[in-house]
């Protein structure tokens, strides 16, 4: 098993495909440790389907997918953002293509030899994948690179407990200057410095009663860059996957976009569509229209699910496009050649996170945000299919260029104070942790899912006021566990999603609510930015909105 190092120049934490990219970037000129608080590969990217937005195609622009992307974030993407990731979408396609991902290709006088999905939103082809295991193809691809690099050490099965800086000791500034991370083998906790803290952890969508995620989506990046005084923005944002298999086995399965993409009806349970009556887009409407709809739906009718249909096309055309979808459907009894199978929304994507430039730069010194942890602008109040994927690559190597460039004067990081647990004692509590972990879960998708009302957030606001102060609680008296861990950070962020959702007094995007119904479009449309208080000077509550 592998030991982590005394200290490393660049800390990510995070083994998807945001921090593997980083560390491929990085490792030619110096040392990088990487930090997973599972098996390696047990991050998002890995289950995502779809592929990677690119403008690959002769008859594609920039400026069509620079459009079609501020189109799906309802007025709230950053235009220099989305441009800035557009334009660099070849160079990263031709980046993994070199690493060795197996993109599916064909021949065709388009000017691309990659054969291109269509998803949601997009005007043209333009998803790069492989087969429908795009994610499982990048993330093996690069942890095959990342474990052949000498310079890459791998620490899977460590989570990271908290963000180590220059305030938290006392000192001047607010330089990051690494993290205490958790063995979640021996239990011991060790202080890990490095030059560089990156954090590629993904989202947070296990808030949630249902979500499409792994079980480690739990908001650490965003819960401990917050407590390091880093501004959270857009975290009401909340992107609800409108097809996630419907079964009591299938846990997290998703049935990617590029099904309706090729033709997939959504059918209510007598038969009939119903997207028209919603979207003049129909099932190819942005993901926030398709998740809506489905839940009005399925409310209206008393249903459990609704159905997607591609039956009508050739089964050989299903199995060779969607092979491991349809494996998985057969698995359940389901076969897709011959039958709509039966779907239902669920959490899927966190638009909003840790603010960051175009050089994946946070309000901390040295500490950096890449991927879905972070706030970068692209996506808006509503993110458009696969243009996640292309974010984490893009901004992984901004991220690079700008780590590289400061590295010779970089400073080394002082001795760390090595974890104090001499006031502390095991738990035999540990029911409590359970419970809580429910109770969030329950509460949020009930009071803060798809459809939300200010009474509703009220509800939600005042439990997790309740549930942080009975977890710092706890926090502060046991030995910690990586189960604590995790729901003291999910908590920290279902906090921070009240609060956003509470400051927009609108419906956008992703946000609807029934107490303002329609976009507020008569006042420059913003972002919820929240500053932590202690940071800012101010006090209760946790957070003001700017």
């Avoid at 199995?319 to 011959?338: S, V």
Wanted: aromatic share 8%; hydrophobic share 40%.
């Amino acid at each position: 098993m592998t030991t982590p190092p005394d200290s490393t120049d660049v800390l990510i934490v995070g083994g998807g495909a945001a921090g593997l990219s980083l560390a491929l970037r990085l490792a030619d000129s110096t040392r990088v440790t990487v930090l997973a608080k599972g098996p390696l590969h047990e991050g998002s990217t890995y289950y995502a389907q779809g592929g990677v937005s690119a403008v690959l195609d002769a008859g594609d622009s920039i400026e069509s997918h620079v459009q079609d992307t501020l189109i799906a974030g309802a007025g709230l993407c950053h235009t220099d953002a989305v441009r800035f990731t557009v334009e660099h979408g070849r160079a990263v396609i031709e980046w993994l293509s070199a690493q060795g991902v197996p993109f599916t290709r064909e021949s065709n006088t388009s000017g691309a030899d990659y054969h291109l999905h269509r998803e949601g939103g997009h005007s043209h082809r333009r998803i790069v994948h492989a087969a429908d295991a795009t994610g499982r193809a990048i993330q093996t691809t690069l942890e095959e690179r990342a474990r052949e690099h000498s310079n890459i050490t791998l620490l899977d099965h460590y989570i990271a407990v908290d963000l180590i800086t220059r305030r938290k000791l006392g000192l001047d500034g607010n330089r990051c200057l690494g993290a205490y991370v958790l063995d979640r083998h021996s239990g011991r906790i060790k202080a890990l410095p490095a030059r560089f803290v990156a954090l590629a952890t993904g989202g947070a969508s296990r808030v949630y009663l249902y979500s499409s995620n792994p079980d480690g989506s739990t908001g650490d990046g965003i819960a401990m860059a917050w407590r390091a005084g880093c501004r959270v923005a857009n975290m009401e944002f909340m992107q609800f996957h409108p097809t996630c298999l419907y079964h009591p086995q299938a846990k997290n399965f998703l049935i990617s976009e590029a099904v309706r993409g090729e033709g997939g009806y959504l059918l209510l349970p007598d038969g009939s569509r119903f997207m028209r009556n919603f979207d003049v887009r129909m099932e190819l409407a942005p993901r926030d229209i398709v998740a809506r709809a489905i839940d009005h739906e399925m409310k209206r009718l008393g249903a459990e699910c609704v159905y997607l249909d591609i039956s009508y096309k050739p089964a050989d055309f299903i199995r060779e496009h969607f092979p491991n979808i349809y494996a998985k459907c057969m698995e359940y009894g389901f076969d897709m050649t011959r039958q709509p199978i039966p779907v239902v929304p669920a959490a899927h994507y966190t638009c909003g996170g840790v603010m960051t430039d175009l050089r994946a730069r946070t309000d901390v010194e040295s500490l950096y945000a890449v991927g879905e942890v972070a706030f970068t602008g692209l996506h808006g109040a509503n993110r458009m299919a696969s243009n996640s994927l292309l974010e984490c690559l893009v901004f992984a190597a901004a991220a690079a260029k700008d780590i590289r460039r400061q590295l010779d004067h970089a400073p080394e990081p002082p001795d760390l104070p090595e974890w104090d647990e001499s006031r502390v004692t095991d738990s035999d509590e540990e029911v409590v942790v359970s419970h809580n972990w429910a109770e969030l879960r329950q509460f949020m998708w009930d009071y803060v899912g798809i459809v939300r009302t200010d009474k509703r957030l009220q509800r939600a606001q005042h439990r997790v006021e309740l549930l942080l102060r009975e977890i710092g609680e706890y926090y502060g008296n046991f030995r910690i566990s990586g189960n604590l861990i995790e729901l003291r950070n999910l908590t920290q962020v279902a906090a921070l999603i009240i609060g956003c959702a509470l400051a927009r007094r609108e419906s956008r995007g992703l946000h609807y609510t029934l107490d303002y119904p329609k976009a507020n479009d008569s006042t420059p449309v913003r972002d919820t930015v929240l500053v932590p208080t202690h940071f800012a000077g101010r006090d209760s509550p946790p957070y003001w909105a700017s």
